[in-house]
């Protein structure tokens, strides 16, 4: 078991994605997506102008492709609509997709990640799935660490992978104790574009 630990600058729901009962990391973090298997816990925390907070935390249950996520009717909720009235549309991240087998991925068109993004998405083809049950969201409202964690576990650039056994299981404790699936909105919601995820 491993734990992954990265900072979110932009949070709009787009990346993690926690909505429609799953929590999934679809696009940006490709090294997290490729070398994450279940099991492994993905944290993600605030930039430290909004004080290296906990905005969510996920079990990963499921490691797909692309293509997998794409034609299973579980994520249908999850494809974008960018002229939806509703936000959780709107920042679908199933957006990838082959339109023969064994074609190169296309993309569609999102709010969120236009072509700009395609190389940088698809440095990985794995999608990170995580149900209601094995997530913590808090978005607006995350969650403070005690320090002696989050020194443990912060990270400037990229992400962290690389910890103690100890570490891991101090940082699981204290995310069991709180409340599992959506506990607040996305901090940055109503953001309708987020060039290069901000990540």
Known sequence: MRLFS???????????????????LATC????????????????????SHGNKLVYAMKVKEKI???????????????????SQDNKRRCG?????RAKENMPYKQV????????????DTRS????????DDFYYFGKDAK???????????VGRGHRSKF????????????SRLTKGINSEPRDFLKRQCPRCGQ
């Open 6 to 24: 990265y900072v979110i600058t932009n949070d709009t729901g787009f990346a993690p994605n926690p909505f429609w009962g799953y929590c999934t």
């Open 125 to 132: 083809e794995y999608v990170l799935v995580s149900a209601r």
């Open 164 to 175: 103690e056994l100890n570490t891991i299981e101090e940082v699981i404790e204290f995310i």
């Open 144 to 154: 403070e660490l005690p320090s002696g964690i989050l020194q443990k576990i912060v």
């Open 65 to 83: 492709t692309f293509e997998q996520y794409f034609k299973d009717p579980r994520f249908d909720l999850k494809k974008p609509d960018p002229k």
């Open 93 to 97: 991240d199933n957006m990838y997709y």
């Open 29 to 48: 973090k490709a090294s997290s997506r490729n070398a994450a298997q279940i099991g492994d816990w993905i944290v993600g925390l605030s930039g430290k």
């Open 109 to 120: 068109r999102g709010a969120f990640h236009s072509p700009d993004e395609f190389q940088r």
